[in-house]
């Protein structure tokens, strides 16, 4: 377990529980990538000018910050704008924006001239890296929160670490354990099956390509990179791309379209009604998912017409097609192609199925199965609009959602584009709930 603190703190709790006079923390966050990562900012913030300070500390099952790094291809961009960063929409004068990431980095002025609100995917690592370096939070690295119980006059969080278990007491627990990846039903993960989350990572492991073919399933974004960099990489082998469309879809990044994920968007959403919600989602779902950038499109359609007047075709598209079969084999993968309007079917050997086919919320039911009944922990669990998690029965603290609230929040429940402002919301909630009563906010 790596512990990182801010000079002259002392965690409370570092093995087995809580002394008994000891006060409990006013947050635990669960989790420490972009989310809380933002939110521990804004606590920083907070402290430096609130009479009241707000006693944190966070638990992340990885080694140290990484964000989504098995997939930093050379020469990828972020879909939204620099100003979509850690603090700015909440803070303009942060000293935690990307502005002064770059100034820091000595790149502001060649940022500048770069001329784009898209920086790569590997420098926004970088920022993100430098903030979750920078901030004074205590971050349990290398445990994991288990589960949250209802201890009477706290919440506690159970977290396991290489020195056993801890039991963490908390007035708020802020849940924000990212994305899990989503396999297809049936699908064992392996060497040579695997999903894209983990891309560059699962390649550095694979046996020597023998037939020199890919296969990768998924009409989003990054099936269309992972197609593009498995045929950069691999100059002789064949890459299959297999989905249920005729081809990928461009995103829809146009200026009003952007708007569904304004911070006032996620009032209107909250306020509506479930059919309106529904219905918004479907109207922009061009915004986010089973889709991708134009210029990506194009590039991969370019190349494909460049090897169909050549002759010596690599790359091949299998559109209104899926996955029909995919059998391991000691020296690969046999896999079967069915074309949905014909029914043909085309099979072959390759040496590995990469799956690009999305994430789901982080699952609740084991984590919170103590304080909440499993059927109130559906797709769909309810939350107030400072994504507080309703439940039936009165706990003596509060359980926030950074994700998975879709349903309620709309598109920005799990993306980027809104931490600063949910983190603003979920701490003002926190710091209202912390006033004794007759007390100022």
Same mark, same amino acid.
Request: aromatic share 8%.
């Given at each position: 377990?790596?512990?990182?603190? =801010?000079?002259?703190?002392?965690?409370?709790?570092?093995?087995?529980?809580?002394?008994?006079?000891?006060?409990?923390?006013?947050?635990?966050?669960?989790?420490?990538?972009?989310?809380?990562?933002?939110?521990?900012?804004?606590?920083?913030?907070?402290?430096?000018?609130?009479?009241?300070?707000?006693?944190?500390?966070?638990?992340?099952?990885?080694?140290? $910050?990484?964000?989504?790094?098995?997939?930093?291809?050379?020469?990828?961009?972020?879909?939204?704008?620099?100003?979509?960063?850690?603090? &700015?929409?909440?803070?303009?004068?942060?000293?935690?924006?990307?502005?002064?990431?770059?100034?820091?980095?000595?790149?502001?002025?060649?940022?500048?001239?770069?001329?784009?609100?898209? %920086?790569?995917?590997?420098?926004?690592?970088?920022?993100?890296?430098?903030?979750?370096?920078?901030?004074?939070?205590? #971050?349990?690295?290398? =445990?994991?929160? #288990?589960?949250?119980?209802?201890?009477?006059?706290?919440?506690?969080?159970?977290?396991?670490?290489?020195?056993?278990?801890?039991?963490?007491?908390?007035?708020?627990?802020?849940?924000?354990?990212?994305? &899990?990846?989503?396999?297809?039903?049936?699908?064992? %993960?392996? #060497?040579?099956? $695997?999903?894209?989350?983990? $891309?560059?990572?699962?390649?550095?492991?694979?046996?020597?390509?023998?037939?020199?073919?890919?296969?990768?399933?998924?009409?989003?974004?990054?099936?269309?990179?992972?197609?593009?960099?498995?045929?950069?990489?691999?100059?002789?082998?064949?890459?299959?791309?297999?989905?249920?469309?005729?081809?990928?879809?461009?995103?829809?990044?146009?200026?009003?379209?952007?708007?569904?994920?304004?911070?006032?968007? #996620?009032?209107? $959403?909250?306020?509506?009604?479930?059919?309106?919600?529904?219905?918004?989602?479907?109207?922009?779902?061009?915004?986010?998912?089973?889709?991708?950038?134009?210029?990506?499109?194009?590039?991969?359609?370019?190349?494909?017409?460049?090897?169909?007047?050549?002759?010596?075709?690599?790359?091949?598209?299998?559109?209104?097609? =899926?996955?029909?079969?995919?059998?391991?084999?000691?020296?690969?993968?046999?896999?079967?192609?069915?074309?949905?309007? &014909?029914?043909?079917?085309?099979?072959?050997?390759?040496?590995?199925?990469?799956?690009?086919?999305?994430?789901? %919320?982080?699952?609740?039911?084991?984590?919170?199965?103590?304080?909440?009944?499993?059927?109130?922990?559906?797709?769909?669990?309810?939350?107030?609009?400072?994504?507080?998690?309703?439940?039936?029965?009165?706990?003596?603290?509060?359980?926030?959602?950074?994700?998975?609230?879709?349903?309620?929040?709309?598109?920005?429940?799990?993306?980027?584009?809104?931490?600063?402002?949910? =983190?603003?919301?979920?701490?003002?909630?926190?710091?209202?709930?912390?006033?004794?009563?007759?007390?100022?906010?």
């Amino acid at each position: 377990m790596s512990l990182v603190m =801010s000079e002259g703190a002392l965690p409370p709790g570092i093995a087995g529980r809580h002394g008994e006079g000891e006060e409990p923390l006013d947050i635990v966050g669960v989790g420490f990538g972009p989310s809380n990562l933002g939110l521990a900012i804004a606590i920083e913030e907070h402290n430096a000018v609130s009479p009241r300070p707000v006693r944190a500390e966070f638990v992340e099952a990885k080694e140290r $910050f990484g964000w989504h790094s098995g997939m930093l291809l050379p020469g990828t961009t972020m879909q939204i704008s620099f100003l979509k960063d850690l603090a &700015t929409q909440r803070n303009a004068r942060s000293r935690y924006s990307f502005v002064n990431y770059l100034a820091e980095r000595n790149r502001l002025t060649e940022f500048i001239n770069h001329q784009t609100f898209f %920086p790569t995917r590997l420098e926004f690592h970088d920022y993100l890296y430098w903030a979750a370096e920078s901030v004074s939070a205590r #971050v349990r690295y290398g =445990s994991r929160a #288990v589960a949250v119980r209802d201890a009477g006059r706290w919440l506690e969080v159970d977290v396991d670490g290489p020195d056993g278990r801890v039991a963490m007491r908390a007035r708020n627990v802020v849940l924000a354990g990212g994305l &899990t990846p989503r396999m297809p039903s049936g699908v064992q %993960p392996s #060497v040579r099956q $695997f999903h894209n989350h983990r $891309f560059l990572d699962h390649l550095e492991e694979l046996p020597e390509p023998r037939h020199q073919r890919f296969v990768v399933v998924g009409a989003g974004q990054s099936a269309a990179e992972v197609t593009e960099y498995l045929h950069d990489r691999f100059g002789v082998a064949e890459v299959h791309g297999v989905f249920a469309r005729y081809g990928y879809s461009p995103a829809d990044d146009s200026p009003f379209a952007n708007r569904v994920f304004d911070p006032a968007a #996620v009032d209107d $959403f909250f306020a509506a009604d479930p059919a309106v919600r529904r219905q918004l989602l479907d109207y922009h779902r061009s915004t986010n998912y089973s889709c991708v950038d134009l210029d990506l499109i194009q590039s991969l359609y370019r190349r494909e017409y460049a090897e169909r007047v050549s002759g010596e075709r690599r790359l091949f598209l299998h559109g209104a097609s =899926s996955l029909h079969a995919a059998k391991e084999e000691p020296d690969g993968v046999r896999v079967e192609i069915v074309h949905h309007p &014909t029914m043909a079917v085309t099979a072959f050997e390759c040496d590995a199925v990469v799956y690009a086919t999305g994430f789901d %919320p982080m699952p609740l039911r084991d984590m919170l199965a103590d304080v909440c009944a499993p059927d109130l922990l559906a797709d769909e669990p309810q939350v107030t609009r400072d994504y507080r998690l309703q439940v039936p029965q009165r706990l003596p603290g509060n359980i926030y959602l950074q994700g998975g609230t879709e349903h309620t929040h709309g598109l920005t429940s799990s993306l980027l584009s809104n931490i600063a402002v949910r =983190s603003a919301e979920i701490l003002q909630s926190i710091t209202e709930s912390l006033q004794p009563a007759g007390d100022p906010a």
